[in-house]
């Protein structure tokens, strides 16, 4: 049996799985089959390729090559995802997410020293493929050292700043434009030494393009730049005709998409507005405010807090560094799922619970979004949990949150502020629990 | 544009269309492990970089095929475990829940 023959089909079955994977991953009894499903769908479609008559080709060379950068990959990929700390997940899907734009790039340019003539459209796609793999992978590198801490999470800004973005992607246009024009027979240029410039613009651009955005916004680039990786991907198939790239790396390139735009939805920010504007850009006026703790705001201690029963946990879509990061979080911390609740499933519940406790949420339960027109996040959605009857706020000072403004939640009578360290906080109140129980 | 170009744009237009279908509702609690194993669909890349790993000869040509594989197994590899990992936390833990309840009194 020629093995040659049922690569199309298995390709086609390994689609399938990947938009089966996407579907399953999107409910929480059906994630796990999903994501396993999609993992058979790829280590098929790879197994298979072995017996492409463009891999075997390159015989036995082609095969130690492979198998031995599959190796490589294959430990670091296993290592850096079972070793690392469920906090530092997102950084980890950075990593990955910059080494499949890297992959994609060099696919892109393989391909076109490669091939001996040129079409302008499979030009297009290799240009594309190769600029915004190589975004992708800069981009992903700089996200990846600002959750780390390895670069300063600050939102970097210097003078000129946006001209020199402007400037870096005027130049790709103009080169990718002309490098096209090249194919199509308008004029005559040396393709490969424009892609090596490329590739050196796109790893440029993806810095200056993440650098200027602050640590708190990161969770919304990844998400982007996983999308670019998918359009990349995307791109590479058309070079190398081949649609089971095409499908797959659309359907992360749409999918990314969506819930890129979820994301900033829930921190009531475009995405234009993520990308250009950094951080806390409406704090000015209103940052002047926080020094004055004259306020009077009613202190209760962890005593008075230990009478908690029947817990839910309302998570806001932000909370932790992705949206349902913390629910992760919480289910390793043993929490049961059905006790973890989205912001639309418990915001009308409030008004039915004795005490909400408030942990590490600021501006995500400042009423000021619901009713004061003025306020720069009125519209964001938030928790309602001053509808509760009593309200308990753990939290270290009266600081402000990211938007910089005041919380008028805390100046509620019916609000108690159990000022802290969050995890001691907690600890305090469940030792009083155990007491009183 | 060729045939072949005609009927790959075929092929990504209807991708983008079930891209978006597939995942409109999504609950937020499943938008992380959503992502990353989105992430490592992507490392689908692998397969190209196998079909090029050796199509340019010379030295140069043969490092940049070989971290090719190796950028994309790692997404393929780390994107899927990692995914498995974060739903592996959702998943209902048979040893705990007789204790649960006392803690409620």
Redesign the interface.
């Given at each position: 049996m020629d093995l040659q023959s049922w690569i199309p089909a298995v390709y086609l079955v390994?689609a399938v799985t990947?938009?089966l994977?996407?579907?399953g991953?999107?409910?929480?009894t059906t994630?796990?089959a999903?994501?396993?499903i999609?993992?058979a769908g790829?280590l098929l479609?790879?197994a298979f390729?072995?017996a492409?008559r463009?891999?075997q080709e390159?015989g036995a060379?082609?095969i130690g090559?492979?198998l031995?950068?599959?190796a490589?990959?294959?430990v670091?990929?296993?290592a850096?995802?079972?070793l690392?700390k469920?906090t530092a997940?997102?950084q980890?899907?950075a990593?990955?997410?910059g080494?499949?734009g890297?992959?994609?790039a060099?696919?892109s340019?393989?391909?076109y020293?490669?091939k001996s003539a040129h079409?302008w459209?499979?030009v297009l796609s290799t240009v594309l493929g190769l600029i915004i793999g190589a975004v992708s992978f800069s981009g992903s590198a700089i996200a990846f050292g600002k959750l780390q801490g390895i670069i300063s999470p600050r939102a970097y800004k210097y003078p000129g700043q946006r001209i020199v973005t402007i400037g870096v992607f005027a130049a790709i246009v103009v080169l990718a434009v002309a490098l096209v024009l090249s194919a199509a027979g308008t004029v005559t240029l040396d393709g490969a030494t424009i892609l090596w410039i490329l590739l050196g613009l796109g790893l440029l651009f993806g810095v200056v393009l993440v650098m200027p955005i602050g640590g708190a916004d990161m969770p919304v680039v990844?998400?982007l730049l996983?999308a670019y990786?998918?359009l990349?991907?995307?791109m590479?198939?058309?070079v190398?005709?081949?649609?089971?790239?095409?499908?797959?790396?659309?359907?992360?390139?749409?999918?990314?998409t969506?819930?890129t735009r979820?994301?900033s939805k829930?921190m009531n920010r475009s995405l234009a507005n993520v990308l250009f504007a950094g951080v806390g850009a409406s704090a000015g006026a209103t940052v002047a405010q926080k020094g004055d703790d004259t306020r009077s705001v009613r202190e209760v201690s962890a005593e008075d807090t230990a009478i908690l029963?029947?817990v839910r946990y309302a998570?806001h879509?932000v909370a932790?560094r992705?949206?349902?990061?913390m629910?992760?979080l919480l289910?390793?911390a043993?929490v049961?799922?059905d006790k973890?609740k989205?912001?639309e499933e418990i915001n009308d519940d409030f008004k039915n619970s004795d005490v909400a406790l408030v942990i590490g949420a600021n501006d995500v339960t400042n009423p000021a979004a619901r009713t004061d027109k003025a306020s720069p996040i009125y519209g964001m959605p938030i928790l309602n949990v001053d509808q509760a009857k009593n309200v308990i706020v753990i939290k270290r000072s009266m600081r402000s949150g990211f938007a910089g403004i005041d919380n008028e939640l805390y100046l509620d009578t019916k609000t108690g502020m159990l000022f802290g360290d969050a995890k001691a906080a907690v600890e305090k109140v469940i030792t009083e629990l155990k007491k009183a129980? | 544009m060729t045939a072949e170009a005609i009927l790959g744009a075929y092929v990504f237009i209807l991708a983008v269309f079930v891209g978006f279908e597939v995942i409109s509702k999504v609950p937020s609690t499943l938008h992380t492990p959503l992502m990353s194993g989105a992430n490592a669909i992507h490392g689908i890349i692998v397969v190209g970089a196998m079909l090029v790993v050796l199509a340019v000869p010379g030295p140069l040509g043969t490092i940049l095929g070989f971290l090719a594989v190796v950028l994309g197994t790692a997404n393929v590899v780390g994107g899927f475990v990692v995914t498995d990992r974060m739903l592996g936390m959702f998943q209902q833990r048979p040893r705990r829940p007789a204790a649960k309840p006392e803690v409620e009194k």
């Open positions: 390994a990947f938009v994977g996407l579907k991953l999107s409910g929480p994630a796990v999903g994501n396993r999609a993992a790829m479609a790879v390729t072995f492409a463009e891999f390159y060379a082609g090559l492979t031995g950068g599959m490589i990959g294959a670091a990929g296993v850096c995802g079972r690392v469920m997940m997102p980890m899907v990593l990955f997410n080494a499949g890297g992959s994609a060099l696919v340019i393989l391909e020293m490669h079409e459209a499979s990844i998400s996983n990786t998918g990349a991907v995307a590479a198939g058309f190398l005709n081949n649609h089971l790239l095409i499908v797959a790396g659309t359907l992360v390139g749409a999918s990314g969506i819930l979820l994301m829930a029963l029947g998570i879509p932790g992705m949206p349902g990061h629910n992760v289910a390793e043993n049961p799922y973890l989205d912001m129980a | -």
